[in-house]
């Protein structure tokens, strides 16, 4: 079984851009979730989504968001990129929703310049 | 406000040392808990959970984690490490649709 694949691996962009990573969970999970890891913050939850529908949403501003699909793949998308954006973004795919046991792809490192 | 402490936040054996790794948290009602691993280069690996029953949590490669509800702890052990145990350690807990990660914790093994 293919485990969770996140898109593009590395990106870099320039403040003000914006970006939209691609993650497409374990075949048969249909909840995602996704996090912002910094070296200052740690593992933060951004939001969740199951069955296309986001259920919980992170302490994170308006211009990060989200969206799932019918065949459960997810993206997020960062408009009006900041410096502080600069992290490496996690996506967790789960069978259930609720942060069951979740499994984790190797991330997307963003860096804004 | 609910939140995951890790109260070391670099940790440095040698082989065959006894390692514990602390978490508590600070959540009401029922929660889950986890250990994931990071791996140098590699992703998040769920090492243990718990979810309810014996609150002595055996996970893999030897790894156990003890639930003390009185204490709101859930710490990790292992009796002997590795060298190949050097990674980034991290506790999370879930309860209230809510999911937080502690700091993390990185341990070094020294051959």
């Known amino acids: 079984k293919a485990g969770v694949t996140q898109t593009p691996r590395y990106l870099i962009k320039t403040r003000g851009q914006q970006v939209t990573l691609s993650c497409s969970p374990i075949?048969?999970?249909?909840?995602v979730s996704w996090y912002q890891q910094t070296p200052g913050q740690g593992l933060q939850f951004l939001f969740e989504?199951?069955?296309?529908?986001?259920?919980n949403k992170g302490n994170f501003p308006g211009r990060f968001s989200g969206r799932q699909f019918s065949n459960s793949r997810s993206e997020m998308n960062v408009s009006t990129l900041e410096l502080g954006d600069s992290a490496l973004y996690l996506c967790?795919?789960?069978?259930?929703?609720?942060?069951?046991?979740?499994?984790f792809g190797q991330g997307t490192r963003l860096t804004v310049v | 406000a609910q939140s995951v402490s890790q109260h070391n936040h670099h940790v440095i054996l040698s082989e065959a040392a006894s390692l514990e790794l602390g978490c508590n948290y600070s959540?009401?009602?029922?929660?889950?808990l986890f250990w994931y691993v990071q791996y140098p280069g590699q992703h998040l690996q769920l090492l243990l959970k718990?979810?309810?029953?014996?609150?002595l949590v055996k996970g893999i490669k030897g790894f156990e984690a003890e639930f003390i509800k009185s204490k709101f702890s859930f710490n990790l052990r292992k009796p002997s490490v590795q060298w190949s145990d050097t990674a980034e350690y991290f506790c999370?807990?879930?309860?209230?649709?809510?999911?937080?990660f502690g700091a993390g914790t990185r341990l070094t093994v020294k051959p």
């Open positions: 967790a795919s789960s069978l259930v929703a609720g942060h069951e046991v979740a499994f």
């Open positions: 075949s048969g999970h249909r909840s």
């Open positions: 989504y199951f069955s296309e529908t986001q259920r």
């Open positions: 959540y009401g009602g029922t929660v889950n």
């Open positions: 718990y979810f309810s029953g014996d609150p």
């Open positions: 999370a807990v879930t309860g209230n649709n809510d999911m937080r």
